[in-house]
């Protein structure tokens, strides 16, 4: 999902990618290219520095901090606490990039999707991959973190999406596992609405609001149809018979009522909700709403009714878009020696089980997903890994904000009933002039 905080963390946020959709990306200009002489940096350079993220709703920043700041009194890190929003996050460090670092933002949280942007526009600094090794780390975390071949961020939290499902719906329908496939999905729910439990449901939902949330839905449906939203070279495929085959999917899913309406007002909160209120069969979501629909105080209704799978595909299990967030250097830090220091710290192990546990941020440590106390906190994690190890991402594209408002463009007018193939053929236009 899609950003920093849990509604966020699918943007996305969070999330999220968030969410590989290239391997590579073609960005624009020399500029993206040119880089910096990371030789000729002072990484001794120690002092206080700020740590640059957006609303920390789980209170799980400040005490992480409070144990470095114990261990480092000289090296002191300040929590710069920013909105909610994944928008005027990134504002305002573009604004602290454009101002020469008038804000003194030293550490950046940054959302999967700006890593080109900050990237290509020298607002962060490269980041030597002998200083700073990924060994152990979700590769696709780690792509997520790379443009053109270069780290600019350290990877500290991934995500997936998930398909949560009513099983014991399911089990009274004689359904004994998840579906793979689209069709699976709709047979199942035509099932489970012929039982008296039944009545009344609605079949699936995911986000389909036009915000980032239902970028990383199209662009999972594209990719769960056997195509390829971006090729390994970075070229836009959104208009391939495949991709079509996704998008006509989603339109009749509309038109016939598997997802229903009200669906196009849903961002993450709203369709957790329904599927919380025991109103939906299916659900496209990422994990931080486990502990929410495991809640025994009354306020979820399919508490330990409901289960977890891979996301369904139109001939088998399909992708997800990449989520999370990595943490990296603007330009204005003065104390590089502790920001690298602070940022692999972070990083570890250690503080990644910590991020887990108390606000369920997708590990990129891979050795977390076999943790046993982990596993046993959050089940999910298991398939949480196969989601993101197969997970890909929203276009690496300088101008995301561009390209991702055209993808919205399109798959609204799609959902609203408009031809898929000229939308779609138009978004391709789109798409090819801003990935070249």
């Known amino acids: ?80 606490q920013l909105s909610a929003s994944a928008d005027e996050q990134r504002q305002k460090m573009v604004d602290n990039a454009n101002t020469k670092g008038a804000s003194n933002y030293d550490v950046l949280y940054l959302d999967i999707v700006w890593t080109a942007e900050f990237a290509a526009k020298q607002w962060v600094h490269e980041l030597p991959k002998d200083m700073f090794p990924t060994d152990g780390m979700l590769q696709p975390a780690v792509d997520g973190a790379t443009y053109f071949d270069k780290l600019y961020a350290y990877p500290t939290s991934s995500d997936g999406a ?69 090729d390994k070279d970075g070229k836009p495929q959104v208009n391939s018979e495949a991709a079509l085959k996704g998008v006509q999917w989603l339109q009749d899913s509309f038109k016939d009522g598997t997802i229903p309406k009200a669906a196009t007002t849903w961002m993450e909160e709203p369709s957790r909700q329904a599927f919380q209120d025991g109103k939906l069969v299916f659900l496209r979501q990422w994990p931080y709403i486990y502990s929410l629909m495991q809640a025994k105080d009354g306020s979820s209704k399919v508490a330990d009714k409901f289960g977890i799978a891979p996301l369904p595909g139109l001939e088998g299990p399909g992708v997800s878009t990449l989520g999370g967030h990595n943490l990296a250097i603007s330009k204005t830090a003065k104390n590089l020696g502790t920001a690298r220091d602070f940022i692999k710290w972070y990083g570890e192990e250690a503080q990644q089980k910590t991020a887990a546990q108390k606000a369920t941020l997708a590990p990129t440590r891979e050795s977390l997903y076999a943790d046993a106390d982990l596993v046993k906190q959050l089940p999910y994690l298991p398939v949480l890994k196969e989601s993101i190890a197969t997970a890909k991402a929203r276009p690496k594209v300088v101008a995301y904000n561009d390209a991702t408002q055209a993808i919205q463009d399109a798959s609204a007018n799609v959902i609203a009933g408009k031809d898929p193939k000229s939308n779609f053929e138009g978004l391709q236009t789109k798409l090819t002039e801003l990935t070249k």
């Open 162 to 230: 998930m398909l949560y499902f009513r099983k014991d719906l399911l089990e009274k329908a004689g359904i004994k596992e998840a579906p793979k496939t689209w069709s699976d999905m709709k047979a199942a729910c035509t099932k489970v609405k012929a039982l008296p439990e039944g009545k009344g449901l609605d079949c699936y939902g995911g986000q389909f609001q036009k915000y980032e949330g239902l970028t990383c839905n199209i662009t999972e449906i594209v990719n769960s149809s056997g195509a390829e939203f971006l």
């Open 1 to 80: 999902m899609a950003t920093t905080n849990k509604a966020q963390r699918v943007a996305f946020a969070g999330l999220s990618v968030i969410a590989v959709l290239a391997t590579a990306a073609c960005g624009g200009g020399d500029k993206a290219t040119s880089g910096e002489s990371t030789a000729a940096l002072n990484w001794d350079q120690k002092g206080p520095i700020t740590f640059v993220q957006g609303k920390d709703n789980n209170n799980l920043v400040q005490p992480l901090l409070n144990e470095w700041n114990k261990e480092h009194p000289n090296e002191k890190v300040t929590f710069v």
